[in-house]
């Protein structure tokens, strides 16, 4: 069974579809607490923590004139952009990288439910995929989605 564009909107939107035969899937998005931006310096550029009462504090010695200060809800940081980005992409970049900063990376899970047929209860199988950026929307959830519920359903006889 592989699901159709429509179902997979469904998930992406309700966080929970029923395929049948006693089965459902959920989605759900946890923090993805292995992960710093500081992996990633290529994509989202480097950042420099600014510790408290140094808010004056002068740009890093290995930043140019491109870096920019962040504010997040409680720390402040130095942000060199990547080299390469086009100077219309900076504010969305920025915006990214403030969001990376508050609420960190997140781990898409979607769940597969269903009755065991050993011992008659609810299992469930996962799978996941981290290193999402923070609060995806449904849209960007759909795209993610096929990959992870094939790996759920594809040695299942649902398939």
Known sequence: MKLTAEQLATLATEKVLDIGGGVWLTVTLTPDNDLQIGHFHDCYGQVAFIPRGM??????????????KIWTSYECYWWQPPQGVRVENIAALRQTVKDILEWGFVT??????????????SCEDV????GVEPMP????LADYLPDLVWELL???AVV
């Open 55 to 68: 808010r004056q504090d002068p740009r890093p010695a290995w930043f140019n004139g491109a870096a920019q």
């Open 108 to 121: 898409i899970e979607v769940r597969r439910w269903h009755k065991c047929e050993h011992c008659g209860n």
């Open 127 to 130: 799978a996941y995929l981290g």
């Open 137 to 140: 929307t449904d849209e960007a």
């Open 154 to 156: 594809h040695d299942l």
